[in-house]
């Protein structure tokens, strides 16, 4: 018997997993999926936004400014890299002009901190790379960068460190309430616990009316993007949007935390909640809209293409609150961006609400909030690498050549107390297979140290979920027919 089960393991589930482990209860984290961060927190921006483009009022707003104010506290306790590098918002003509003048205005009555209206001038000094037809920009100095699986994998790594137990692969498919306790059904056992905290992403509304809660729907809105190799990192040192849309954001233009380059999202609602498929129709307006920032950008250099679904509300707004119909039902729903900046934000702010309604629950006197990642060998000097490979020789072996990623690392995420099983959970957590090309080289020799370490056979080992097997059995078995 649980007293809460948080369910979805994306960041915002293990956010607020994290802060309600300071507290003296039993958690548990139910996802579906095989690891965490397979949602949308496994594929955005990684844009920690300022706030100044969420509407006045708003929830949005409040949690994305307030998250954004934690993240240099949250990414040193997690051992997460976060780099506030501001972002700027260009303006073409005089419509952009109004634009960013409203984002100003907003921005500042969301208490967004040094924000500036920069001219041409000032900007192509700091971006020399970006289109000189600009006339001016409004400059964000607290946006920054972060990486959001990483962030998610330490979010959870720090829950288990304080008592939270994950089930992953634990689908949920009914629940029911009896008297003062809920009963879960998932799709490998049943669960038992007071209190529920909805964190489904985009399948947040079905899990909601499982139980009769409030009724509200959630739109799925997908993005595509081109990531680019780690030579062309420095192109821009910011993050560079144009005006926003309707539907979102608009294009943007962004170094990552480990260096490349990253251009989109496009904003297309679609029907199914699952298709993370790319379009070429998508990829290029990104790389058309992407051009109007940089002119000089090319195409050779994408190394990968990808999609990620924005879990939009119909309320316009995100969900978070208690359930006013069924007593002991939480939601942090229709977290769409500015999700991944306001997460930090939403896991204080649930955990407080559970808190409160609980009533009698004490703080853990002995919480701690560090938790230390995988060694990041590419990144260490000489001497740290020497003393890393002097301790453990495995840290001497490079599995990924594009990022340096050795085998001690894979080794470590193999058998952390979140252990990465798969082949997408080893990259998430070590980055193996995210260089140019694309573990094409490593893949095979990552599958041989999954199998010597866990005993997985090699035709069992998949990608991510389901049956993403990469190899299905030997040839000569099966020119002979023995499978
Ligand atoms: C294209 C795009 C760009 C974005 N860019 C940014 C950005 O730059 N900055 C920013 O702040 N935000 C951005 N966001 C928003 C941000 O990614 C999200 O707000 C955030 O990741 C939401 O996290 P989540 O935990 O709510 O959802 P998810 O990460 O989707 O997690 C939900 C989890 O619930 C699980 N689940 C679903 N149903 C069940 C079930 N029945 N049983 C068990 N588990 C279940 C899912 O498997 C999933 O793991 C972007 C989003 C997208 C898609």
């Known amino acids: 018997m649980f007293d809460a089960i948080v369910i979805g393991a994306g960041v915002i589930g293990c956010s607020i997993a994290r802060e309600l482990s300071r507290y003296d209860i039993k958690i548990g984290v139910l996802e579906s999926e095989v690891d965490v961060a397979t949602g949308s927190s496994g594929a955005n921006s990684a844009i920690v936004h300022a706030g100044y483009d969420c509407q006045a009022g708003s929830m949005m707003a409040r949690m994305n400014v307030w998250g954004n104010s934690l993240y240099d506290v949250v990414s040193k306790e997690l051992d997460v890299p976060f780099k506030r590098i501001g972002s700027l918002v260009l303006a073409f003509d005089e419509e952009d002009m109004n634009e960013i003048q409203k984002l100003f205005e907003q921005g500042q009555k969301n208490g967004v901190p040094g924000l500036k209206i920069l001219s041409a001038q000032e900007v192509l000094q700091m971006e020399p790379n970006i289109?000189?037809?600009?006339?001016?920009?409004?400059?964000?100095?607290?946006?920054?960068?972060?990486?959001?699986?990483?962030?998610?994998?330490?979010?959870?790594?720090?829950?288990?460190?304080?008592?939270?137990?994950?089930?992953?692969?634990?689908?949920?498919?009914?629940?029911?309430?009896?008297?003062?306790?809920?009963?879960?059904?998932?799709?490998?056992?049943?669960?038992?616990?007071?209190?529920?905290?909805?964190?489904?992403?985009?399948?947040?509304?079905?899990?909601?009316?499982?139980?009769?809660?409030?009724?509200?729907?959630?739109?799925?809105?997908?993005?595509?993007?081109?990531?680019?190799?780690?030579?062309?990192?420095?192109?821009?040192?910011?993050?560079?949007?144009?005006?926003?849309?309707?539907?979102?954001?608009?294009?943007?233009?962004?170094?990552?935390?480990?260096?490349?380059?990253?251009?989109?999202?496009?904003?297309?609602?679609?029907?199914?909640?699952?298709?993370?498929?790319?379009?070429?129709?998508?990829?290029?307006?990104?790389?058309?809209?992407?051009?109007?920032?940089?002119?000089?950008?090319?195409?050779?250099?994408?190394?990968?293409?990808?999609?990620?679904?924005?879990?939009?509300?119909?309320?316009?707004?995100?969900?978070?609150?208690?359930?006013?119909?069924?007593?002991?039902?939480?939601?942090?729903?229709?977290?769409?961006?500015?999700?991944?900046?306001?997460?930090?934000?939403?896991?204080?702010?649930?955990?407080?609400l559970v808190y409160k309604y609980a009533g009698n629950i004490n703080a853990k006197f002995n919480f701690n909030p560090y938790r230390k990642g995988i060694p990041r060998f590419r990144e260490l000097n000489w001497s740290e690498k020497e003393k890393l490979i002097k301790g453990d020789n495995r840290y001497g072996q490079i599995v990924c050549r594009c990022e340096t990623v050795t085998e001690g690392q894979i080794i470590e995420a193999i058998n952390r107390p979140l252990p990465a099983l798969t082949i997408d959970a080893i990259k998430r957590r070590t980055r193996a297979g995210m260089g140019r090309c694309q573990g094409g080289f490593c893949t095979p020799k990552i599958m041989e140290i999954l199998n010597r370490e866990r005993g997985i056979p090699l035709d069992e080992i998949t990608k991510g979920s389901g049956r993403s097997y990469i190899v299905s059995g030997r040839i000569k078995e099966g020119l002979r027919g023995d499978k």
């Not at 990192?233 to 990552?256: E, N, W």
């Open 131 to 352: 289109n000189s037809n600009i006339i001016a920009a409004l400059w964000a100095p607290s946006a920054g960068i972060t990486c959001p699986y990483e962030l998610t994998v330490a979010m959870a790594e720090n829950a288990i460190q304080n008592g939270v137990e994950f089930f992953l692969g634990y689908g949920v498919e009914n629940i029911k309430r009896d008297g003062n306790i809920f009963n879960i059904k998932t799709t490998q056992g049943e669960f038992k616990t007071k209190y529920i905290i909805n964190c489904a992403g985009v399948f947040s509304d079905d899990i909601n009316r499982m139980l009769g809660g409030e009724e509200f729907k959630i739109i799925p809105r997908r993005g595509e993007y081109c990531l680019y190799d780690r030579k062309l990192g420095d192109m821009v040192k910011r993050v560079i949007f144009q005006p926003p849309s309707s539907l979102g954001k608009g294009v943007l233009v962004t170094p990552t935390v480990d260096g490349n380059l990253l251009i989109g999202p496009n904003a297309v609602d679609i029907d199914t909640k699952e298709d993370t498929s790319t379009t070429s129709w998508g990829l290029n307006f990104v790389y058309t809209k992407a051009l109007r920032t940089i002119p000089s950008l090319g195409r050779r250099d994408v190394i990968r293409v990808f999609s990620g679904i924005r879990a939009v509300a119909d309320t316009g707004d995100f969900i978070l609150g208690a359930s006013d119909e069924i007593p002991g039902l939480f939601y942090a729903a229709g977290i769409c961006s500015p999700g991944l900046s306001a997460a930090p934000a939403i896991g204080q702010y649930m955990a407080e």
